[in-house]
């Protein structure tokens, strides 16, 4: 990770705002943690770097709701069994999302760790795009702004946040899979 995080580094002093949108597009939180101190380091302006950053997580977001949108179709069907995408599971989703999508988008957007699979999740239920880009973007500003203070403030330990953000995430996955494993086990065990 530290020859990734370093490389980062280098072509965003070398290239600065050319490569930052792209940048974040595909690495995220770590190229906003080092935007902020290189922003603090005088190699681009901080209002520029948020603007670009924000509309490169949206950009992101937008791919994967997009791939979620057309995986059910492009999906072998052999390949849907396999995963369990079945139309009644993907009619569940429809109507979390109907109910519950921007809460869901929030709370994956906060967590990190949950992103990709909700955002492709909203896609595949057919959520509204445009409700889904704006709440995308109320869970994308505070996201951003928190990974750019904490670069701006003490970026120079940027393969340490790095080490930092994967271990919470992966911390945040177990939580989480342990609880919807819990939630499931008690729903089927009601149902006997």
Excluded at 25 to 52: M, N
């Amino acid at each position: 990770m530290t020859a990734v995080t370093n490389s980062l580094v280098q072509l965003l002093q070398t290239n600065g705002l050319l490569l930052l949108f792209p940048l974040a597009v595909i690495e995220g939180p770590i190229v906003t943690v080092i935007a902020g101190w290189l922003a603090r380091l005088g190699y681009f302006q901080l209002g520029w770097a948020v603007l670009i950053l924000v509309v490169a997580d949206l950009v992101g977001d937008s791919l994967l709701y997009g791939l979620g949108r057309a995986g059910p179709n492009v999906l072998p069907q052999k390949l849907r069994q396999v995963l369990g995408v079945t139309d009644a599971r993907i009619a569940l989703m429809a109507e979390h999302f109907s109910k519950q999508g921007g809460r869901t988008l929030i709370a994956a957007k906060l967590t990190h760790s949950f992103g990709f699979i909700v955002l492709v999740a909203a896609g595949a239920s057919r959520m509204s795009f445009p409700a889904f880009l704006c709440f995308n973007l109320v869970g994308t500003i505070p996201k951003t702004l928190f990974f750019l203070l904490i670069g701006y403030a003490i970026g120079e330990a940027h393969v340490t946040i790095d080490h930092w953000i994967g271990r919470a995430s992966l911390g945040i996955v177990i939580l989480g899979v342990a609880i919807l494993s819990l939630w499931y086990w008690n729903k089927k065990r009601e149902r006997r």
